[in-house]
Nanobody, 122 residues
Framework: QVQLVESGGGLVQAGGSLKLSCEAS????????SAWFRQVPGKEREFVAA????????TYADSVKGRFTISRDNAKNTVYLQMNSLKPEDTAVYYC???????????????WGQGTQVTVSL
């Protein structure tokens, strides 16, 4: 089993920045792809960004391209999401996820964190 714990959420004004962290513990697989998703009440969970085990492969949702950066430090078993130029529509609960298969669809991910709230005010 892999346990994921997110941190770094909070309240920020539009145009500001936040950096989310996701630390993995337990059985950490090699070749694992990590991702961030987000969800607002009443809507489906939405893909934000993913990064391959090596860090060389990164995928972003169109809505965050150029503003968000996903990265990882395998020595620390930690994945990051740097969020810049935040907008009110970025407000959501952000979830860290991990999979051996990859992709942008939530059901392809086997391990999930508990989520961290990000609120962007006007």
């Amino acid at each position: 089993q892999v346990q994921l714990v997110e941190s770094g959420g909070g309240l920020v004004q539009a145009g500001g920045s936040l950096k989310l962290s996701c630390e993995a513990s337990g059985r950490t697989f090699s070749r694992i792809t990590s991702a961030w998703f987000r969800q607002v009440p009443g809507k489906e969970r939405e893909f934000v960004a993913a990064v391959s085990w090596s860090g060389g492969g990164r995928t972003y949702a169109d809505s965050v391209k150029g503003r968000f950066t996903i990265s990882r430090d395998n020595a620390k078993n930690t994945v990051y999401l740097q969020m810049n130029s935040l907008k009110p529509e970025d407000t959501a609960v952000y979830y860290c996820a991990a999979t051996l298969t990859g992709g942008t669809i939530p059901r392809r991910y086997d391990y999930w964190g508990q989520g961290t709230q990000v609120t962007v005010s006007l």
